[in-house]
């Protein structure tokens, strides 16, 4: 994720600093590793690349704001060291600025709180009741079998119909491209499903500004640049509203009848 680049670097920390893609880390020493599964931007499950584990002072961190069933399969339960996750991305309820971590090593945790409390003098209570009762609203919608009061079947359905209607539309040109991903068995449907990431890694054949040949067409997206790829590419949210949504589908099919 661009904003990992962006918040180390600005901090501009006498302890640590961005080394980037891990593919390439190849230095000695202490170090984190941030797994961001599903990515952000392409939406592909990621794993551990450095992995030292005789390095006593290596340190991995989890991101799996995006691992919710109406995004990915749930594969199996993740168990690792330290794992994030956010409350904005399961119910788009951004604004309540709420995220949790998962922590085994208990000073790890205390030292992780501290942080919060020095950076921003705590967590707001409101936004921790109010998160608290749609969670547990979100629950209660899970004991049903009903496609539309089912949180993460509506979810996944609208996510389904809106990557279908995208890849047809990508389908008619040979100017576009879209990942593809495997289908995989996921342990809350319990049946093999497709991936129907948050975000749209959109790419292009021709070699053109992706991200401002889209904004001519007023098209709002980010660059692959700003995600660490290259002008060919750039992500586009799924999670519009409807109308959003589908004036982005027709943009696109004119940029297409050009």
């Not at 989890?62 to 990915?72: K, L, Q, R, S």
């Not at 594969?75 to 600025?97: E, N």
Request: charged fraction near 30%.
């Amino acid at each position: 994720m661009a904003t990992y680049v962006e918040e180390t670097t600005y901090v501009r920390s006498g302890m640590y600093n961005w080394e980037g893609d891990a593919w390439s880390f190849d230095k000695k020493g202490p170090y984190i590793e941030l797994v961001t599964s599903p990515n952000n931007p392409d939406g592909t499950i990621r794993e551990t690349v450095v992995n030292r584990p005789d390095d006593e002072e290596a340190k991995v961190i989890h991101d799996f704001a995006y691992y919710w069933p109406h995004y990915t399969p749930i594969t199996r339960r993740q168990d690792h060291d330290i794992m994030l996750f956010t409350f904005s991305k399961i119910t788009g309820h951004a604004g309540s600025r709420i995220g949790w971590a998962l922590v085994k090593d208990k000073e790890v945790a205390k030292k992780m709180v501290g942080y919060i409390i020095v950076n921003s003098i705590g967590v707001s209570k409101e936004s921790q009741v109010r998160t608290a009762k749609i969670l547990n609203v979100l629950k209660e919608t899970c004991k049903s079998e009903s496609e539309s009061e089912n949180f993460f079947k509506y979810g996944r359905e609208m996510m389904k119909d809106r990557w279908e209607k995208l890849r047809e539309v990508v389908k008619e040109s040979d100017a576009f491209t879209l990942p593809k991903y495997p289908e995989a068995f996921c342990n809350y449907f319990g049946k093999s499903l497709e991936s129907y990431p948050a975000f749209a890694w959109l790419g292009t054949k021709e070699e053109t500004d992706l991200a401002s040949e889209l904004r001519r067409h007023k098209v709002l997206c980010r660059a692959g640049e700003r995600c660490g790829s290259d002008k060919k590419h750039v992500r586009v949210s799924m999670l519009s509203r409807e109308d959003d949504f589908n004036a982005f589908l027709e943009r696109l099919a004119n940029m297409k009848a050009h």
